[in-house]
C-alpha cells in the first residue's frame, strides 16, 4: 500500500516563507511526476507546481519566482519551497504523485491528505 504524506503547513504572516514536504512509503517500485496542488474554500483544486522524475519543473503563473519544487528521489520525497507568501495563497495543499506500485502495475495516481497553509495580510 502507497501513503503519501505530508508536512510543513501553518501560519504565517504575508511576506513569509513556509517549506512544505511530502515523503512517500509503502509497495513502490517507480515514481515518475510528483506535485503540489492547492485548494481554496469554494474554489476548484488546482495546479500549483509539478516536477519530473528528471528534474522539469512548471508552476502556475501565480507562484513563478516565489515558490521552488524539488524532489529527493533517493528519499521518495517532494518538496515546496514558498517564499513571499500572500493571503491568496491561503489554501489546503496536496501532493500528488504517479506512482507504480509494481514492476508489473500500470502508474497510479496517489494524494496526500492536505496540509492548511494560512497567510494573515
Known amino acids: 500500500q502507497v501513503q503519501l504524506v505530508e508536512s510543513g503547513g501553518g501560519l504565517v504572516q504575508a511576506g513569509g516563507s513556509l517549506r512544505l514536504s511530502c515523503a512517500a512509503s509503502g509497495n513502490i517500485f517507480s515514481i515518475n511526476a510528483m506535485g503540489w496542488y492547492r485548494q481554496a474554500p469554494g474554489k476548484q483544486r488546482e495546479l500549483v507546481a509539478g516536477i519530473t522524475s528528471g528534474g522539469s519543473t512548471n508552476y502556475a503563473d501565480s507562484v513563478k519566482g516565489r515558490f521552488t519544487i524539488s524532489r529527493d528521489n533517493a528519499k521518495n520525497t517532494v518538496y515546496l519551497q514558498m517564499n513571499g507568501l500572500r493571503p491568496e495563497d491561503t489554501a489546503v495543499y496536496y501532493c500528488?504523485?504517479?506512482?507504480?506500485?509494481?514492476?508489473?502495475?500500470?502508474?497510479?495516481?496517489?494524494w496526500g491528505q492536505g496540509t492548511q497553509v494560512t497567510v494573515s495580510s
Open positions: 500528488n504523485a504517479e506512482i507504480r506500485p509494481h514492476i508489473w502495475s500500470d502508474r497510479q495516481d496517489y
